[in-house]
């Protein structure tokens, strides 16, 4: 690994006011200025190719009203000066290699009443820029209670953005393209669904937040290494165009509990003429740490399939029985309950998905509503109802872990708490000692409802120390995890890349909660993946959810075609085939893609993007020479035209092409689609159609 690290150091005393402190990406496209204002604000001043992209924004950190807050009468006493400039590979990834390579400026500013001290460092990448506060050990700032953030996003003008409402409890929601003048009115009707509708306000939404200014420069916000402190939502004045972090308070109404010496997450803004950089970036994971976890070779990229679609559509069910609550009824021994006929994760059930995924080549089987307590849970706030151990009486936990075994296939653990965070902690020990006794490495956990003790909200300081609890003492166990409803990714799985998946974000399970938008997964990428990989479980072929449960009629806006394309364009170290066998097996040639789509890569590139609209994206497999593109596309059908110039020179492949057929529609017609083979090379250019909620997918196999 090559490491550059120059430092130079530069005391200054009583520098005030006017003087800028300015400082250059190492291509030079980026220049960032800081300065004090005349009543010592700090602020910063973004440009990209010497426009300004960001205008002059400040700095600062409200404290509660016993202490001054850390928002003026600053001077600065301290500038550090450093380039980096390090290649570090990847557990798992989109690439195996990434750069990191920035220009530093530290600079130490002291508050002239208090004779506190924070230091704001910035860094400018190639592909943005990355800033964070940091609260030196110090006698006068000791323990402090945040009641805001302070840090501002000016805008240069009334940009386009890709927004969702920034809730505190979910963020499952259908993206709004509008301008920044409109959030407002949008506001309330974008605000749908399952959401709990706390107290937002009505121009408040979410990151990762993706704009596109009138110019056609592609600007993304969000935050990187969110580790003990609240997430951040952006609230934006309408009349200027400026947004203001807006922290996610706890029961309280605080915004942050802090004891120095500790930083802040990174606020992080990628920016280019050029959409497909936004993808491209790897900011994101470089401002987290290393990676601490020593031994990494526990840890694997899986393609599962799942006990999960069929309780999702409403055909089956999680609970054993319909009966009133069976601990209601005094009963504790589920084998005296009247099952319902329902219960899917029953050991006959689960074998049968275990031989689909051993005689498809899979590597594991996920297997939702094994455990006690799911009658008792559904629409009440109780903190007890799951202990995580205790199988209902049709699972039988060691018949099934042995029988997987025998098929070379793992078992994925489900842990769905409840909400009820501190009833997991207190049984997580229990739990993850009862998946290494029984062969499960892997745990898909979630959070939905209000979150227990009543009062927080999923994305406040105490409960995302809970998410990274459970992370960190999963590595322990040497398990895996993939967490659904936690908060939304910052990067934090370059540093522990046990953690190979989040859901946290409208998923493919609302196409049975009545549906998303045909452009959703064209919008993912460039929000939602810029902090990590998710659980986005593709794969549906069955469009008309009636057919699997006459009393759904949520239709699934997209093709087939599409579905292919999503295993290439969202990346994951975790996919699923989500859909039912059945219907796999009614649709053997295309379910072939999914078969040998692989889940590791050497490298990725962004073949074309628009957000909202439409990706494509190739990726080269980390096990061989094949190449493997995915294509997903918004509301307007078109032809996407690539040329596979990342082949190898002088090599032959061929390709197999899953597209949609001419007439394919979301709506209308979307299990319509052509598989077609051609010799290719890397000279070869391909026009493909896509359809309306469409996509396709290639796979590229390199031939003698
Ligand atoms: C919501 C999750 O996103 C979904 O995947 C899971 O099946 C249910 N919660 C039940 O735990
Ligand atoms: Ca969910």
Excluded at 246 to 275: E, F, M, Y
Aim: charged fraction near 20%; charge should be neutral; include cysteine.
């Amino acid at each position: 690994m090559k490491k550059y690290f120059v430092s130079v150091v530069l005391v200054l005393f009583s520098i005030t006011g006017s003087m800028g402190q300015e400082f250059q990406s190492p291509n030079g496209n980026f220049k960032m200025i800081f300065t004090l204002e005349k009543d010592g604000t700090p602020t910063y001043q973004l440009f990209l190719k010497n426009k300004e992209i960001i205008k002059k924004s400040k700095l600062g950190l409200e404290l509660q009203k016993d202490s001054k807050s850390l928002i003026n009468d600053f001077k600065l006493v301290n500038e550090v000066r450093n380039t980096f400039d390090e290649t570090w590979k990847t557990v798992w990834g989109e690439e195996t290699a990434i750069r990191n390579q920035y220009n530093e400026l530290a600079l130490t500013l002291k508050q002239n009443d208090t004779d506190r001290l924070i230091v704001v460092r910035f860094r400018l990448f190639n592909d943005g820029l990355g800033f964070r506060y940091e609260f030196p050990q110090q006698k006068n700032l000791t323990y402090f209670v945040l009641k805001e953030e302070r840090t501002e996003f000016a805008m240069t003008g009334d940009h386009t953005a890709f927004w969702i409402p920034g809730d505190y409890d979910t963020q499952e929601y259908d993206y709004t393209e509008s301008k920044l003048s409109e959030i407002k009115k949008l506001f309330r009707g974008a605000v749908t669904g399952n959401a709990s509708q706390k107290q937002f306000s009505d121009t408040g939404v979410q990151t990762s937040l993706q704009l596109k200014t009138a110019d056609g420069i592609y600007l993304n916000i969000h935050e990187a290494a969110l580790i003990n402190y609240s997430c951040m939502h952006l609230n934006l004045d309408d009349t200027k165009f400026v947004f203001q972090s807006h922290l996610t308070p706890d029961a309280k109404g605080n915004k942050g509990h802090l004891q120095a010496p500790c930083v802040s997450p990174w606020r992080t803004i990628i920016a280019s003429h050029d959409a497909r950089d936004i993808l491209a970036s790897r900011m994101t994971l470089n401002l987290n740490e290393p990676c601490k976890i020593e031994n990494t070779s526990w840890i694997k990229p899986v393609k599962y399939v799942g006990v999960w679609w069929e309780m999702i559509t409403g055909k089956s069910s999680w609970s054993y029985t319909d009966e009133v609550p069976a601990v209601q009824l005094g009963i504790t021994d589920y084998a005296k309950v009247k099952p319902n006929k329902t219960h899917a994760a029953n050991t006959k059930h689960v074998k049968e998905y275990i031989d689909f995924a051993a005689l498809h080549g899979f590597d594991a089987v996920l297997v939702e509503g094994w455990n006690e307590g799911w009658e008792d849970w559904f629409g009440k706030e109780k903190d007890y109802v799951f202990d995580f151990l205790s199988p209902y009486p049709d699972f039988d936990v060691k018949g099934i872990q042995e029988y997987a075994q025998s098929k070379g296939i793992k078992m994925i653990m489900h842990h769905e708490t409840s909400g009820a965070t501190r009833n997991y902690e207190r049984h997580l020990d229990r739990a993850y000692q009862f998946m290494k006794d029984n062969g499960y490495n892997a745990v898909k956990s979630g959070y939905v409802g209000n979150i227990l003790p009543l009062g927080e909200y999923h994305y406040s300081q105490s409960i995302l120390n809970h998410y990274q609890y459970c992370i960190e003492k999963a590595v322990d166990y040497q398990i895996m995890v993939n967490a659904h409803e936690a908060v939304r990714p910052t990067g934090i799985c370059r540093t522990y890349p046990n953690l190979i998946g989040n859901e946290s974000a409208r998923g493919t399970e609302f196409q049975a909660f009545g549906g998303s938008k045909a452009n959703h997964t064209t919008l993912l990428p460039f929000t939602r993946l810029i902090g990590g990989p998710m659980d986005y479980t593709p794969g549906i072929f069955e469009m008309d959810i009636a057919k699997l449960n006459p009393n759904n009629n949520s239709h699934v806006n997209t093709t087939i075609g599409n579905q292919l394309g999503l295993y290439v364009i969202m990346y994951s170290p975790l996919q699923m085939a989500a859909d039912l066998p059945e219907h796999y097996n009614q649709f053997l040639d295309a379910f072939q893609f999914i078969k040998d789509v692989p889940v590791e890569w050497t490298t990725s590139k962004y073949l074309e993007a628009e957000p909202g609209y439409y990706i494509t994206t190739a990726r080269k497999d980390k096990n061989s020479n094949n190449w493997f593109v995915g294509n997903s596309n918004g509301y307007q059908k078109r032809t996407s035209t690539i040329t596979l110039d990342f082949l190898e020179k002088g090599k032959k492949y061929e390709a197999t092409i899953y597209a949609d057929a001419s007439n394919a529609d979301y709506k209308t017609n979307p299990q319509a689609y052509k598989i077609s083979k051609q010799k290719v090379t890397n000279t070869t250019k391909l026009q493909l159609f896509t359809a309306a909620g469409g996509g396709y997918a290639i796979s590229i196999v390199e031939v003698p």
